[in-house]
Every structure is written in C-alpha cells, then in structure tokens.
C-alpha cells in the first residue's frame, strides 16, 4: 500500500496505525535508493514523502527550513531566486534528505562539506510514532548524520545557506578511447587530484561506457570538467587533457543551476528516467587512480559486455569532488565514517532484469569489478569502504559505517535505544 503524506501529522499517524496492525513501513521520496536491503520490505506500507516539499528561508538569512520529501532542484531553484544556496547531490531528481542521511555529495561540498554537514536540526517521526525535534543538543545527532535511515522519518529539515559568491560555472567535457585509459588517469592524478588537494573550483568526474559510434568494441571514456566563477575552464587546467587528442570535446558555461543539464544530470536527462533496468552499484571509495587497476576494469568491462551483451549498459562511474569542505570537519563528529576519502568510484552494472542466471553474472561483474580497485589501493584499507548511499545490500556494517570499534558500539547503542525493533532497518541496517 501507497500513503502519499501531505503533512508531518500524517506520517505520524500511518507510522501509528502501520505499528497497530504490526505492518512494515519505508518511507519514499523518489525512489533512488537501489540498496538490495529496501526488497526486506513486505506486504508493507510505502509513505510516500513528494508532497513535503515546501521551502522556507530563514528570517536571519543563514538557513532554510525544507519539507522532508523535497527533490534538489527546487532547493536549488528556490534558493537561486533570492541569491543564496546550499550543498544538495548533483542530480536534480534526487532528494535532499535521502542522500543526506547517508552524508551527501554535491558539488558545494568543497566549499561548505556534506549535505549532512548543513544541517541545523530535524524533525522526525520515531519508532513509535512520536516527534522529535534533533539538533546539536540530542543524543542522535552525531548518527543522524551518516547513518540517519536506520532511525526515523524526517518530516522536515533546517539547514545552513549561503550567498551566492559564484554564480558562473564552466564545463569542458572530453571524449576519449578506451587506449587513453592509463594517460587520462596518470595525467588526472598529477594535474586535479594532486593527492587529495584538487582546489575547491574543481570538480571532475568521468565514466566508461560503450558507444558503438565511438568504438563498438571497447567502452569510451566520458570526462568532465567543472570550474566555479569562471566563463571557461582555464587554459592550464584542460591543456592536459587536450594534449592526449581525445576523440572530441566541448565547452560551454552558465549559471550554477544549470549545470547538472551539462554532465547528464537534469530531470530530462536519462539520468533521470525510469528505464525499467536493474541499476546495481558496488561502490568503493579510493585516494588516487591507480592506473593499473584502471585498465583491468576497463578489460574486464568490455570483455564481459562482448560475452554477456545484456550487460553491455552497464558503466563505471568516476566521481572526482574537492573535499577541503568535507575533511575541514572532524572525523569523529558525525556518523559519516570517511571524510578522508578522495574519490567515489561506482561500477553500476545495468540489465534488464530476466532470471536468475543474468543477475548472478551481474553481481559477479560487480564485485569482481570493485575488488581489483580495491587490490589496486597504494595502502590498501582492510575494508572497501562503501558510501551507503550507493551500497549493493551485500557489504558489511563495518564497510559501511566504519570498522572504528567505537563506531559500530555506538551505532548499535543508539540502534537499540530509539528502534529496538527495527522499524527502520530497511536501508542498510545497522542491525
Ligand atoms: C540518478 C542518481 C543520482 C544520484 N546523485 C547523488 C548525488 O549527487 N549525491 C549523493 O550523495 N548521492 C547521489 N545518489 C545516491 C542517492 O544518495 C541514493 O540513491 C539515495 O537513496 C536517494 O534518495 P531518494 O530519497 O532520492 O530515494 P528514495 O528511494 O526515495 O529514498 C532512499 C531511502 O532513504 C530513506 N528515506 C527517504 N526519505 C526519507 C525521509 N524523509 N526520512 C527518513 N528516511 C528517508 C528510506 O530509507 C529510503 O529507502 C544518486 C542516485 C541516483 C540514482
């Protein structure tokens, strides 16, 4: 059963009447979340959040307050209009609070840190139906804040804005074959990543995917640039890349909300769409490109779409955001267990969903994708830290949350204190 909720009473009261009848509940914004974890729910009641989408800017001008269910474009579009911003994810179809729950990458997280890192308090519906009002003071804060899904439903957000200081972005995108693979990555590495410091203006971001215009046997290279406050991304910046000859490029700028139009992320793009495929991460996050390990996903990658076709959409994602936001705030401040990461790199295999035999393949693609980056870590961590907002289903707690000892005690400490029986351990549970 669907509910679709107009106001923060009617959470409460399905989330009452779903724990009278003993039915599970999830509560939806646009349904992104693609964690194998969410199929748990059974026979269950779908709250369905899209009509809490009002925007509010606050009196002192430094927040806003957002309706629990709102999408990032009318955030962005509504705080455009008088000047301000916030960090939101990138893609213009996706909630704010889904992936802040979880942390939140965007593109301003450079600037002012995760999504999470803008929040000033929330509300949210409880276990057991009640409302609670969190902020710095409450005891949930610090997990709210990176493992927030497994605690409540949030009928609204305030968070942090800021004045626009940069309206102007530039793009240069660049196409490149698959033999570019070990240049473009060594050059990306020396001229953006720079071990961890790529300046706050930059943002790249890349992915393998088969063209059959661009080479019907090998996935091509897509690969962007973004800058900040500039009408184009400056010369020394892109000279690199435009020495390695790739196949094609093009560059262009504007205002900051029409940027996600220019790498694919706009509500019209095919992002954004519900294409009836099975889109399945195995995500892991990494310092630097290890070129080696940049070609053995690549191989891997075209010799399992020529072998098994009906995974041939499937791509690769290479998410490249400046971090100085992001590690500016302690690690152990909040849930949110891998501020020290540089890079968010995601095999997405893609299939229409037909069988067991397909979606085992898919899996194993997956993951044995996923684990040469891992082999391929200069220091390799004992875990493959996951971003759980892009998580499989099948990873561990720890890979998730941090293998911090202190991590998981107090995740499992809270877990028990405010939801001992698992209302919200759908998406990726702590327990
Ligand atoms: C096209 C695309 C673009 C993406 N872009 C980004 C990005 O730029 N940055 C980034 O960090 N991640 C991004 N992601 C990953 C994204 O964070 C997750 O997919 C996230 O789960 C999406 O949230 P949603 O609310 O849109 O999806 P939903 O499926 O509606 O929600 C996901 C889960 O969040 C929980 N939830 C939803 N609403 C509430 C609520 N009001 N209160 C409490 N819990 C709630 C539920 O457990 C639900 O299962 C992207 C994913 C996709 C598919």
Known sequence: ????????????????????????????????????????????????????????????????TFGGGILDKAVTDALWAVGKQTVTGGCECVSVIGPGLGGGHGLLQARHGLVSDQFVSLNMVMADGTLEIIDHTHELWWALRGAGHNFGIVTSITSRIYDTKYPTWAFQ??????????????????????NGTQPTDLFHYS?????????????????????????AVREAVVAPFLALEPFATFKGSGDYPELPG?????????TCQNSGLANTRFPIELQKYNVI??????????????????????????????????????????????????????????????????????????????????????????????????????????????N???RQEKLLALKKKYDPDGKFSFYAPIS
């Open 404 to 406: 911090e000892f202190w």
């Open 1 to 64: 059963m669907t509910v679709e909720v107009a106001t923060e009473g009617d959470v409460i009261e399905v989330v009452k009447y779903a724990n009278e009848q003993q039915i599970p509940f999830l509560a939806v914004n646009n349904a992104h979340g693609a964690i194998t974890t969410v199929g748990r729910v059974k026979n269950g009641i779908m709250i369905w959040m899209r009509q809490l989408d009002s925007v509010q800017v606050g009196e002192d001008g430094h927040t806003a």
């Open 207 to 231: 992915f393998f995917s088969k063209n059959a215009a661009i080479d019907a046997d090998s996935p091509a290279i897509f690969f962007y640039i973004l800058q900040e406050g500039v009408d």
């Open 262 to 270: 220019w790498i694919g992320w706009a509500n019209a793009a095919a």
């Open 293 to 402: 390990a940049q070609r053995r996903v690549h191989d891997l990658l075209r010799s399992t779409m020529n072998e098994v076709p009906a995974l041939n959409r499937s791509i690769i994602l290479f998410e490249g955001y400046s971090q100085q936001g992001v590690k500016a705030i302690p690690s152990q401040d909040s849930a949110y267990p891998f501020r020290g990461s540089n890079l968010l790199v995601s095999p997405v295999v893609r299939f229409n969903e037909n069988g067991e035999e397909l979606t085992r393949k898919a899996k194993t693609l997956g993951e044995a994708l996923r684990d040469i980056l891992h082999e391929g870590e200069d220091n390799r961590h004992n875990i493959k830290r996951t971003y759980v907002n892009y998580a499989f289903g099948t990873e561990s707690v720890e890979e998730i949350y941090g």
């Open 173 to 194: 995108n660049f196409t490149f074959t698959g033999d570019k693979v070990e240049a473009l990555y060594s050059n990306i590495n020396e001229h953006l990543l720079r």
